[in-house]
């Protein structure tokens, strides 16, 4: 079946221009995750979504930093006014459930990623 | 909040050799300690898992060990070969998926 998929995979913006990152997770997978990793660096978890509960959004690095999730499936992250410190790629991770039932449950699964260049 | 460490930053073995990525983390509370691998340009995939009430886990070549006393946990890999060269990423949450901490990740070179 098909993965997890993000677009676009590359943008480039100017700094102080908005840009939405979309994720559209497996179907029926109720947990999505936003990372963010900086050349060569680790995953830097930013915000999540449970079902219908209110987003864990205790990651974002600043208020210029919002994500939303439509419908219980696809989610946009929002970064407006950007910096260049902002380059990175983003990726979007989804999971069947919270909870325990074994790795089918909660194992992530990752999109491609977005690749956002800040000039 | 949780604190994942993880090492070494980068590791080289021979292939056949093994190959051993720690971790810590520092919040008792966290129950899953999932083990993702991210080839060069590619998406993180989990290649083992492990919970709280286990103390070891083995999937072939693979196993992860658990000490919930010393908050550390271990990724052994065996009989390494070119193609597990990669970074490897550990993670610890709370409640099987909230609070999801990545450790800072382990560049894994086996060389042939």
């Known amino acids: 079946g098909a993965g997890v998929s993000q677009s676009p995979s590359n943008k480039v913006t100017e700094k102080g221009k908005d840009v939405e990152l979309r994720c559209d997770p497996i179907s029926g997978h109720t947990a999505l995750y936003w990372y963010r990793q900086s050349l060569g660096q680790g995953l830097e978890f930013l915000i999540y979504f449970q079902g219908n509960s209110a987003p864990d959004k205790s990651g974002l690095p600043s208020d210029r930093f919002s994500a939303e999730r439509t419908g219980g499936s696809v989610s946009t992250l929002t970064i407006q006014r950007t910096q260049q410190e902002d380059s990175a790629v983003y990726l979007c991770a989804s999971s069947l459930a919270l909870g325990w039932g074994g790795s089918s449950y909660n194992e992530q699964f990752f999109g491609p990623g977005t690749r956002l260049t800040v000039l | 909040g949780e604190n994942v460490e993880q090492h070494p930053s980068t590791l080289s073995v021979q292939e056949g050799d093994s190959a051993v990525i720690k971790c810590t983390y520092s919040?008792?509370?966290?129950?899953?300690f999932p083990w993702y691998k991210q080839e060069l340009g590619k998406r993180p995939q989990l290649i083992i898992d492990i919970r709280s009430n286990v103390g070891e886990k083995k999937d072939q070549r693979i196993a992860v060990t658990l000490n919930k006393t010393a908050k550390h946990f271990s990724l052994h890999i065996t009989e390494t070969q070119p193609e597990d060269s990669a970074v490897y990423f550990c993670a610890a949450s709370s409640s099987y998926g909230q609070n999801f901490v990545f450790g800072p990740g382990t560049r894994l070179s086996v060389l042939p």
């Open positions: 919040d008792s509370a966290s129950n899953y």
